[in-house]
């Protein structure tokens, strides 16, 4: 959740619930996604979650260049969220700049990647960034922690490519003790990002 607009979306507690899906508007709150080139997402296609209602606030205290960052034209709030709309459910793919990776006109979520290689029983932990590269404008890269001594970059690949697009398989693979963490235990990217 987010303290400018407290709670957007919600799952209902009847009906259906789905993992991963932060499920539908709440009453009074109005929600739209927006893709990069400034028009509305259809269904299915990727954007960035934007709220209006009565429950969202409507400035920051005494920041009016934050503010006008943080509200379209017409006054939504605009969340750096990205999500999808999948037959009326909303799944938050990561935050726009750390977990949305843009790799060869593909918007592709760090989150959904680390999530897959999670159920592989060799990695114990792992980050996703992406890395500047001239021809895909970044590559997808996966920096994981291991407790399987003989786990190597190639097992991993072949065994990710059964599970994803070929667009969201890692290019390059690095092993580390442990992932970069903050004081507030939170993988620091920016730092995961030197391993390669």
Request: with cysteine; proline share 5%.
């Amino acid at each position: 959740g987010m303290t400018e607009i407290g709670m957007a979306l919600s799952n209902p507690y009847h009906g259906e619930r789905r993992a991963g899906h932060v499920g539908q508007p709440l009453p009074g709150v109005a929600v739209r996604l927006r893709k990069d080139d400034g028009s509305l997402a259809r269904s299915g296609e990727p954007g960035e979650i934007e709220v209006t209602g009565k429950a969202v606030f409507t400035s920051y205290w005494q920041r009016p260049a934050a503010t006008k960052d943080a509200f379209t034209i017409d006054g939504w709030f605009r969340t750096g969220d990205i999500a999808i709309l999948e037959d009326g459910y909303y799944r938050i793919l990561g935050r726009n700049s750390i977990d949305i990776i843009k790799t060869g006109g593909f918007k592709v979520s760090a989150l959904e990647i680390e999530s897959c290689f999670l159920q592989h029983p060799g990695v114990s932990a792992c980050a996703v960034v992406g890395i500047p590269d001239l021809q895909w404008g970044e590559v997808v890269s996966v920096a994981v922690v291991s407790g399987q001594k003989d786990l190597t970059a190639e097992t991993l690949r072949s065994w990710i490519t059964d599970r994803m697009p070929s667009y969201k398989v890692p290019r390059k693979y690095r092993f580390i003790k442990e992932l970069p963490k903050n004081a507030m235990g939170k993988v620091v990217k920016s730092a995961v990002k030197k391993y390669f």
